[in-house]
């Protein structure tokens, strides 16, 4: 069958479908189940024999809306918290990846901007940081201890602290989304550049190993963790800009209700920072090098692995097995 005739032949169950499913218009949930395994069918069909379609973008997206409807419409049980970090969660972050790209993106960018502008402005990094925080950090390089600032405070008063103040910045990038994303975009640029200068600034002064031994011990979560945030207020703009089939009304509800779902995720890896330097990066100048490096990049492969690759795993395994018991994946 050319690829035409099968659009055309299929076109309209699709659109009833789609409509269905974002609308809640399906009061069976076994309709609903076998809708979806006859559009799974559709989808290996096309992938099969129009593999550069793409339709088969249109078709797994809808696939993945379906799932989730599907996975909710079941009985509620004690597993439900864990399906939600399990399985809701990364098929949302495969089915808007591209906004997941976009954040790291935006975020290497402004960081370099950060970089290059100290390299090239020596009272940059004072605009930045501040008088205070420049000269303080400069007599603890000069005391041999350029990450002395990390064990200032008790443990438990950092760890809620600094929590309380990464959950408000990911929740404010978020939020502003809501201005078109441009709103994210500028608390993206804020702290990139105000991240990219302060690295700049011990490389300058010669203790950059120091520095990221210490700063990334629970800096490679945090960061990570407003990326994806960044991502969701970025999902939230482009709802409203780009409503496609939708009225922009029901698009901005689609894209506030999958951000938040996004923003929530990240609260653990937040939570797992702050604990991170409140209890161990102040001991960072006194642990092995090959501790703290090993505990960067066990929680920088866990965060990545989670956002990154779990996505597409789950992903394929809906897509391979149409007939899988949702509740076990």
Known sequence: MREVSFIKQNKEKWLSFEKAVFNNDF??????????????????????????????????????????????????DTNRIVGFWKTEVPLICYQYRKFIYIAFIIFFVF???????????GEFVRSILGNNY?????????????????????????FIGITINNLRVGIIAFVLGVFLGIGTIYIM???????????????EKGVFWESVRGIWIHGSMEIFA???????????????????THSRYTSFKIGAKTGIKILISTFPFTLSAGFLEGFITRYSNIMPHWLSVGIILITLSIISYYYLIYP???????????HLNLSNI
């Open 27 to 76: 009061k069976d949930p076994d309709e609903l189940a076998s809708q979806y395994i006859h559009l799974i069918n559709d989808l290996a069909y096309a992938q099969t024999y129009y593999p550069k379609s793409k339709v088969i973008i249109y078709l797994n997206q809808l696939a993945a809306k379906a799932f989730q409807k599907i996975y909710k419409t079941k009985r509620e």
């Open 312 to 322: 597409y795993k789950i992903q394929k395994e809906i897509t391979q097995n149409p």
């Open 111 to 121: 960081t370099s901007i950060g970089v290059i502008s100290a390299a090239n402005d």
């Open 134 to 158: 420049v000269n303080m950090s400069l007599e603890n390089i000069e005391k041999g201890d350029p990450v002395a600032v990390y064990k200032s405070g008790s443990n438990w008063g950092s």
């Open 189 to 203: 640029f804020k702290n990139c550049i105000m991240l990219g200068s302060f690295q700049y600034f011990f490389y």
């Open 226 to 244: 407003i990326v994806i945030e960044a991502a969701a207020g970025l999902i939230l703009g482009a709802s409203i800009l780009f409503p496609a």
